[in-house]
């Protein structure tokens, strides 16, 4: 190493990727020492923010619509941002190019879906392959839409927490017996193997 670091992360784990992530995005020169693999022992979970939506209903582009003075895009982003997933990927259309500085600036490498007007699923699909070539080691994701400004970040360590718990299960929050949009699922659920692009 000839060029000075602000910040060496010793040990790829959780923390040690957390703390990475969370400095670079305050735009340190960061680098991170591990020699197996990126995640450590732990569970290996990837983000996967889907924002390629129309908002027909909404009339709009609903992502930059300002809720406490702060457009949802921005909610999300900084909420999921600031959780230690191994991997985060942010899926937009190919018009929303300004999502994409927004997304990278808080650790999400920006994807973009030329078939959403197909629909959530290929969003879905799209931002899997993509998460899996950051992290091959995944063992789950959690999908989450970008029109929730008020999701915390307790909701979203108690996914994490029950992942943990119940690696195979398909997961989602409730409020009120009713079933959130925000869903955390293993490879398995979705018949996918390491290394495959695409749901089978």
């Known amino acids: 190493m000839t060029e ?7 040990g790829g784990g959780s923390g040690g990727l957390a703390v990475a992530q969370r400095a ?24 996967v923010l889907l924002a390629a939506g129309s908002g027909r ?3 709009g582009n609903k992502l930059l619509h300002e ?10 982003l900084s909420l999921f941002g ?6 985060r990927v942010c899926v937009t259309k190919a018009e929303a190019g300004e999502f994409h500085a927004r997304a990278e600036a808080h650790g999400f490498t920006p994807v973009v879906n030329p078939d959403a007007e197909r629909g959530m ?20 994701i959690l999908f989450a839409v970008c029109d929730q400004p008020y ?25 009120c017996g009713m079933r959130g949009k925000m869903v955390q699922a293993s490879f398995c ?8 692009d695409t749901p089978t």
């Open 189 to 196: 659920e979705f018949g996918l193997s390491h290394g495959a």
């Open 151 to 175: 999701l915390t970040g307790q909701s979203v360590e108690r996914m994490l927490k029950a992942f943990i718990r119940l690696p195979n299960d398909i997961l989602a929050l409730s409020f």
């Open 57 to 59: 209903r909404f009339g």
């Open 4 to 10: 000075p670091f602000d910040l060496v992360a010793i």
């Open 82 to 87: 600031g959780q230690p997933f191994c991997t």
């Open 24 to 47: 670079a995005e305050y735009g340190a020169r960061v680098a991170l020492v591990e020699q197996a693999r990126l995640g450590g022992t732990c569970v290996n979970v990837g983000c």
């Open 67 to 76: 809720v406490d003075g702060v457009p949802m895009i921005e909610h999300a």
């Open 121 to 140: 699923g290929t969003s879905a699909a799209i931002g899997t392959a993509a998460a899996e070539r950051l992290c091959p080691n995944l063992d789950g």
